[in-house]
């Protein structure tokens, strides 16, 4: 009986990491990027999407197997393997994860405003108090696990209902995935920083880890959820992507500077859209709020090991929550040059974690308790550890140069 209970705890978490992984990665910021990105590039974002979600299969199956084969959280790791990495490491995720957790409330706040009419700070303060909600029980984890679920799904089903409503190009844009006309490589790096940069790259991962989802006789179901959390990313960008393609195809002219997204959702639906991009707003931002949170302060336990059992854990969450959404009320949305910043910022941190790790992978075995790790994906993440850090190079000051423009 208690192995059932166990397998089905573990069940549970698995699919709470994959949505956490998933959420996560698609938030207030991605939603008005691909927006902005699809109006300017038309069918051609097909293949920039293509590339992010490629990028994503080879940081996420790397970070997930090294993470839970070592039982260790990244920043662990990353001590064990450059003295000192790890601190560094904890930082910069905190900093980017309560950065851009000020955008997540903010924007959850105006996904209720779209959908109900509610005035945005009171959405916001509403949407953390929930969120707060969720680590104050007591058994947070398995709380958290079941409302990612259901925000997930709800993304998936109303972005699915409008992208059909919206009658999208679908032809077109299967070819260009392949085969562009365009390719804005700004464009892709955006997607790439705002999508699996920062805490998004180790959510899935310590949450496993949590659950107790370690060790290489758990290897098979860790990268069965990798692959799903990757699929359900994709599937919810691309479905976005159709959307709101539809609505620029048909000769819509979308405005970037005002709230485009629901123009589009509007357009497409009429006022059931426009209700419907808010819930699809709240629930990208809600869930967001959730996997900033747990994620930034798994790494807190770097400076205190006071922190790393789970209640203490839960409370620090409460209150991470609480601070950004203090920030929030007090600045009253969040100025564009810190989501964009934020979203660049969290680029710049994936390639020095994942190189921590991947060298882990090649030279420090030991650390992973393993004698042999998969040779295709020691290389594939070579060659994304190579991409990522030219981008961060040639971005790192137009990145910084957001905080003064």
Do not use: C
């Not at 959908?115 to 958290?144: E, H, N, Q, T, W």
């Amino acid at each position: 009986m208690a192995t059932d209970t166990t397998q089905k705890t573990r069940r549970s978490a698995l699919l709470g990491a994959i949505f956490l992984m998933a959420t996560s990665a698609i938030g207030p910021g991605f939603i008005t990027q691909t927006t902005t990105f699809t109006v300017s590039l038309a069918a051609a974002f097909a293949f920039g999407i293509l590339v992010s979600i490629l990028i994503d299969f080879v940081v996420q199956m790397n970070v997930w197997r090294i993470i839970t084969l070592s039982g260790k959280r990244a920043h662990q790791i990353a001590n064990a393997v450059v003295p000192g990495a790890g601190y560094l490491l904890a930082t910069l995720i905190i900093l980017g994860g309560l950065v851009f957790n000020i955008g997540n409330v903010a924007g959850s706040g105006l996904g209720l405003n779209a959908a109900l009419g509610l005035d945005p700070k009171i959405g916001g303060l509403l949407s953390a108090a929930l969120a707060i909600l969720l680590f104050a029980v007591k058994r947070a984890g398995a709380a958290m696990d079941r409302v990612l679920i259901v925000l997930g799904l709800l993304m998936i089903g109303l972005t699915l209902y409008v992208a059909i409503a919206s009658g999208p190009p679908v032809g077109d844009a299967l070819k260009q995935a392949v085969w562009p006309d365009t390719i804005d490589f700004a464009a892709i790096t955006t997607i790439i920083g705002g999508t699996v940069g920062g805490y998004i790259t180790y959510s899935g991962a310590h949450r496993l880890l949590d659950s107790g989802t370690t060790g290489p006789e758990h290897i098979g179901e860790v990268t069965r959820g990798a692959l799903a959390s990757i699929a359900v990313t994709g599937v919810m960008r691309f479905l976005l992507f159709l959307a709101i393609l539809g609505v620029v195809a048909s000769g819509v002219v979308l405005d970037t500077a005002g709230n485009a997204t629901a123009d589009a959702f509007q357009s497409a639906a009429g006022e059931f859209g426009r209700r419907a991009f808010g819930l699809v707003l709240w629930a990208a931002a809600i869930s967001s709020v959730v996997g900033a949170a747990y994620t930034s302060v798994s790494f807190f336990d770097a400076f205190s090991a006071r922190l790393n059992p789970p209640r203490p854990r839960a409370w620090a969450t409460v209150a991470f929550i609480a601070v950004t959404t203090a920030i929030y009320l007090v600045i009253g949305t969040a100025p564009a040059a810190l989501l964009v910043f934020a979203g660049g910022f969290n680029g710049l941190i994936l390639p020095i974690g994942f190189t921590i790790l991947l060298y882990a992978a090649w030279r420090r075995r030991d650390v992973l308790g393993v004698d042999r790790y998969p040779t295709w994906l020691l290389v594939l993440g070579a060659v994304v550890t190579v991409v990522t850090w030219y981008m961060g190079v040639v971005s790192v000051r137009t990145i910084f140069d957001y905080l003064v423009a």
